[in-house]
């Protein structure tokens, strides 16, 4: 699907033609589609395809004039999801007058841009805005790594009286987007880097300020997601026993009821064998073994008690 934006005096505004600075938005593209890009401005088809690909890295391409910048950017998975959080790549060419975003669904970063949460940007900057893109890539890092804390602690609550797996199995899910985010970040972070070195890109003040912020976003996100990572890491092996020691727990408490219990039981088992008895012509029998069942569960209680089993 291709759509096109332009920046005109009252905002952001979806265009027909693919005019002179305008922004096209490129999502799941089709081979037809593909072709008429490549026809129209001329740039290689792997700028288009590498996008696509979900395990792309994050990098940086010049081809006679053309720029490709590609990113990798987080998205929240439904809450049905396996893995809450993913990263996905976003293509930011860079051709003509234009600019061109290829991914490959739609991602939250650039639906920030269409839905008016950025403002002061101007399609028709084209390397401000390939920069704000980046930035508002980083800061979505961010702004997800802190759900992700937030979630762990609530897990961490709940895991005290745990016996089960769910929570542990959750606290993986949470593991695993951070190694998604941890790769990422740091791919980003060195194409980031290397931008600055190839001056492939003319920085006005402006952008050179901006540009240090994505630096420095990233690098935060960065070590963000290494310390809730080392976190996860170190509270699902405390937990990992927290849960083993609650099973054994209950399993005493059940072991210890089940001796209170066979107490009483071995009596009546006992006076109720078909053999000559003490007491078994005592009126008062019944509530004799009754108290001595008691009285047996009782002193069992007290020894369990005593030993600090229960």
């Known amino acids: 699907m291709i759509s096109a934006y332009i920046t005109r005096e009252d905002g952001l505004i979806p265009v027909d033609t693919w005019e002179d600075g305008c922004w096209i938005k490129v999502v799941n593209p089709t081979e037809k589609e593909i072709s008429q890009l490549i026809e129209k401005f001329g740039v290689w088809i792997e700028f288009f395809t590498d996008p696509l690909d979900v395990d792309e890295r994050a990098r940086f391409e010049v081809d006679e004039g053309n720029v490709l910048i590609l990113i990798r950017s987080p998205r929240r998975e439904p809450e ?37 949460w950025v403002r002061n940007f101007d399609t028709r900057n084209r390397t401000k805005f390939a920069f704000q893109i980046c930035y508002r890539t980083a800061l979505r890092f961010l702004r997800y790594l802190k759900d992700i804390n937030r979630t762990s602690n609530q897990i961490e609550i709940s895991l005290y009286r745990s016996t089960t797996n769910e929570q ?48 420095i976003e990233n690098k935060q996100a960065l070590e963000m997601a290494n ?82 089993i229960l």
Not at 235 to 253: G, Y
Not at 256 to 268: E, K, Y
């Open 227 to 308: 310390i809730y990572q080392s976190i996860i890491v170190g509270m699902s092996d405390a937990f990992a026993s927290i849960i083993n020691n609650n099973v054994n727990v209950v399993m005493k408490l059940l072991t210890s009821i089940t001796i209170i219990i066979a107490l009483p039981t071995l009596i009546a088992s006992i006076y109720g064998m078909n053999v000559d008895l003490p007491l078994q012509h005592d009126p008062f029998a019944f509530l004799i073994v009754m108290l001595c069942s008691v009285g047996a569960s009782a002193l069992g209680l007290f020894i369990l008690v005593r030993w600090k």
């Open 168 to 215: 542990l199995l959750d606290l993986l899910s949470l593991h695993k987007s951070l190694v998604f985010f941890n790769t990422s970040l740091r791919s980003n972070s060195l194409m980031v880097e290397k931008l600055s070195y190839s001056n492939i890109l003319d920085m006005t003040d402006e952008e050179h300020d901006l540009y240090e912020e994505i630096v």
């Open 80 to 116: 049905e999801a396996v893995i809450p959080y993913i990263t996905l790549p976003i293509g930011i060419i860079l051709t003509g007058n234009v600019i061109i975003t290829v991914t490959l669904t739609e991602v939250d970063v650039l639906d920030e841009f269409l839905s008016g």
